[in-house]
């Protein structure tokens, strides 16, 4: 099994781990009720997706 001979620096290594950083997911605006929603996916709110309703949601 291979080893290495010398350490890899603290530079290197963070080179390295750039990108592995979490990125905030993004959100879009929904058309009909205009909350927050993933897109591409059903609205949770008001179950509305590419201005049709597709899912029943619960009056509250």
Same mark, same amino acid.
């Given at each position: 099994m291979p080893n290495p001979k010398r350490r890899h620096s603290k530079t290197r290594t963070a080179k390295r781990r750039t990108h592995d950083a979490l990125k905030p997911? *993004?959100? *879009?605006e929904c058309p009909q009720c205009h909350e927050p929603k993933a897109p591409h996916h059903v609205c949770a709110n008001c179950g509305f997706y590419n201005g049709r309703q597709v899912k029943a949601v619960a009056e509250k």
């Amino acid at each position: 099994m291979p080893n290495p001979k010398r350490r890899h620096s603290k530079t290197r290594t963070a080179k390295r781990r750039t990108h592995d950083a979490l990125k905030p997911k *993004s959100l *879009s605006e929904c058309p009909q009720c205009h909350e927050p929603k993933a897109p591409h996916h059903v609205c949770a709110n008001c179950g509305f997706y590419n201005g049709r309703q597709v899912k029943a949601v619960a009056e509250k």
